[in-house]
């Protein structure tokens, strides 16, 4: 699964460290995300996507890998 995790970070000039802290999770499972080697709960979607005042889907890409 791809992510626009890592860009809308940049965007709003959130370290790995600070949105890690905003959804209650260590710094490692934002660089997984990140990386695409961790798919994420629906609940860990839907915070990280609330901190960026986005739907899910704007994200975090579905598609044919």
């Known amino acids: 699964m791809q ?3 890592k ?3 940049a965007r709003d000039g959130l370290t790995q ?3 890690a802290n905003l959804v209650k ?3 490692e499972t934002i660089v997984f995300l ?3 080697k961790y798919n994420p709960s629906l609940k860990l979607a839907y ?3 609330q901190v960026f005042s986005l739907p899910v889907e704007e994200v975090f890409l579905m ?3």
Do not use: F, S, W, Y
Request: aromatic share 0%; glycine share 10%.
């Open 25 to 27: 999770v260590r710094r």
């Open 34 to 36: 990140e990386k695409g």
């Open 3 to 5: 992510t626009r995790i």
């Open 7 to 9: 860009e809308l970070r």
């Open 17 to 19: 460290q600070q949105l």
């Open 47 to 49: 915070e990280i996507a």
């Open 63 to 65: 598609g044919a890998d």
